[in-house]
């Protein structure tokens, strides 16, 4: 039943997908923009009333599409219950490289026979052997198509963590590894060479002074001493990190200081790409930052970070954009400094957070502030009329019909190109009180903010 219902699913994901495209199809002379608005828009209208992202949707009609009308065999086999979705994904994805429907159809029920077998995950080496026995191109041709798709992204975990991934050709990525996994043991080596030394000292008599390996802790010749004591007497510091913690150490570090060995600006940017620095927006309260509460940081309305880190970062701004919420519902009610333009756009940056399409969640310092009512028909940029709206949902509201209207406190309420209406309100604050003191603790001293 599950997988029936799925299969469903698909197919009328699949029929959107089909009907965007009818609408693309009218389109005469249009620009490549406007012939991506029916599929953009589609997508949108159907992510707002599941409460998913926009592009998830709109690859989720692509994979239906296909899935449908190149795989039916499979999708077939799947509404029937003798495949799971896990499969049919894995059966699409290895013969997706495979354009004859002569070709294609062979491949399918070849692998159609072993996969409702067995697992997904044993059926994925078995198709991609049978894809390349009917592939009729190359390797290296499709190595050529593949490496176009190469891309980084940034997936946030929790508790203040993030991954970074790539996808590039195998060579440079394995050589990346490899670099790290080299330097990582010549640090490790350097570590074991300084407990040998210290062991042997011990061993001796003797008092440690100098041993140890540090990371960027003191200078050169310096011991690890601590709060200004005598070094002579500092305790000795091994590096107890894993090798997996001491390659993710090298990679951020290099990645975040280092310059390229080709620069192709050629001097058009000033310093090079190496004077180009990681830019981030960090929300601190300032409870944070006085030390009365040990939450409420935020990275870009995406995650979470860590206090000390805001602590660190906060220790290295040229300066701050003060955000007053309201104590009870922490609703944003002003910024420090204000004018038409640069002011304005902070407080929307604090207030919106995201791009204010429902389900996107691009930053609003990236996005364009959009009026509500075009202000080439009268519409007044202030807050009340202005906020972040991407590239991306910026241009498909102008293009396809979207209509927005702002309500007090923020809310947004969209009209759909097919009439019906969705809101979307500034995302929820959560307010952090002082920590209580300890039982039998003596008043602490008034806490004033760092700024």
Partial sequence: MIAAAEAELARTHADAFALAQEQTSRLRDASTREREMPLRSMAAELAVDARVSDRTLQSQLFEAHRTVTQFGASWEAWREGRLSRAHVRVIVDAGADLSDDS?????????????????????????????????????????????????VWVEDLRDGMSMLGVIG????VHGVHDRLTRQGKAIKAVDRAARREAAERAAAGATPT?????????????????????KTESAVWFDERTLDQIRTDLLLDMLLTSSPAVDPTGGAVEGGLGAIRAHVQVTVPATTLAG??????????????????????????????????????????????????????????????RCRFPGCRRPARDCDMDHREDWALGGKTDVDNVGAFCRRHHAMKQAAGWTVVQEPGGRLRFTAPSGLEYT????????????????????????????
Avoid: W
């Fill in 103 to 151: 070709v294609r159809g062979a491949y399918e029920a070849e692998v159609l026979a072993y996969a409702e077998t067995t697992s997904a995950g044993r059926v994925r080496p078995f198709a991609e052997q049978v894809a390349e026995k009917h592939n009729p191109k190359s390797m290296q041709e499709r190595h050529d198509e593949a490496v176009l798709d190469r891309h």
């Fill in 169 to 172: 050709p195998s060579v440079e």
């Fill in 210 to 230: 100098d041993a140890g390996a540090s990371f960027g802790l003191d200078e050169p010749g310096e011991s690890c001493g601590t709060n200004g004591g005598d």
């Fill in 292 to 353: 009365t509460t040990t939450g409420g940081a935020e990275l870009d309305g995406k995650c979470a970070v860590d206090p000390e880190t805001a602590k660190i970062l906060a220790g290295n701004v040229p300066s701050f954009d003060r955000v007053f919420l309201d104590p009870i519902t922490g609703a944003v009610l002003a910024v420090d400094r204000r004018f038409v333009t640069a002011e304005q756009k902070r407080y929307l940056v604090a207030r919106d957070i």
């Fill in 424 to 451: 979307d309100d500034p995302p929820p604050r959560v307010v952090f009180l002082p920590n209580p003191p300890p039982p039998g603790a003596e008043p602490a001293d008034e806490v004033v903010a760092p700024f």
